[in-house]
């Protein structure tokens, strides 16, 4: 195994606090920690998730805080769900990155191959088979995140147009990642009808900022705010004033064009990347993947959430984008 880069032996604080979501737990939906409210009004099926990952709890505190509001929707329907729980409840402070999922990623499973697959079980499969009946029926689904390293927050649009198009919509925050997804698998918000360009489905993903700084909650629930009251769910009178942050003066898109996959775990940077540091000559060197060089692609390259933290064979370590 090879010297781990900086970035591995630096642990961020962790400053927010997780809250108890047992009182949440019933949900209403027959799932649970799933809650659906229908207005009775014609409108779209509106979704905020959290806990994709369980050590990412910025979508937590943010769903929690409108489950406490009691916040209805006006127009369609609103589900708050908490997703990988059981990873949540694992968390702990001492190894606060082990609590991102139970058996495998809770994001790379969503496929209808996989999750019809009865032979194959986890934790996280159980999870999503349950959760899948309501995430069918969703036409706007906003899947909140956060990320290892503290990087400025990002918005995951996928890779068509429709993702795009949304996330300039929403307007913050000010940089769009536009991207195929990962090798492993499958991300919540590329399932199917929101990764199908014939489909009036559309998803996004933010990364709100690193997992445990006051901050992602802010961007956490400045985007939940926007994108209710953009899919036409809520009026901006309907949320807290200081829910919403100032807009960016500018967007900008990235396209990733290929992701640096780990080989074994003999991968380390060139330096303690965190994100968005961009290159202007091809073949810069940014690490080695069993000793042998990654290279910059082309002028003006853009690391992508670099991280080792959850570093082994097959995983996504970085990924290379260009901007639009």
Known sequence: MTTPSPQQDHAYPVDVEFPDLSPYAAGNTGIPYVYTFDSGVDGP?????ALTHGNEVCGAIAV??????????????????????????????????????????????????????????????RRARALRPVIDTVDFLLDLHSMHERSAPLIVSGPLDKGIELARAL????????????????????????????????????ECGQHWEPSAVVVAKDCTARFLVL?????????????????????????????????????????????????AKAGTVIGWNEGEAVVTPYDNCVLVMPSLRQLRPGVTVVRLGQLL
């Open 64 to 125: 929690k805080a409108l489950l406490d509001l009691g916040v209805k929707p006006r127009r369609g329907k609103l589900t708050l769900g908490f997703s990988n729980v059981d990873a949540y409840l694992s968390f702990d402070a001492a190894k606060p990155d082990a609590s991102r999922f139970v058996d495998q990623d809770f994001n790379r499973v969503w496929t209808a191959a996989k999750l019809d697959d009865a032979s194959v079980d986890s934790s996280e499969l």
């Open 45 to 49: 099926h509106v979704m905020i998730n």
């Open 231 to 279: 899919a036409g769910a809520l009026d901006v009178g309907d949320l807290p004033a200081d829910w919403f942050s100032p807009k960016p003066d500018a967007m900008r898109v990235i396209r990733v064009t290929q992701p640096v996959v780990a080989k074994s775990f003999d991968f380390r940077f060139a330096d303690a990347f965190t994100g968005l540091e961009t290159f």
């Open 171 to 206: 307007g913050a925050p000010g940089t769009v990642i536009s991207d195929e997804g990962h090798p492993e698998g499958r991300r919540m918000r590329d399932y199917e009808g929101f990764g199908d360009p014939l489909s009036s489905r559309n998803a996004l993903l933010v």
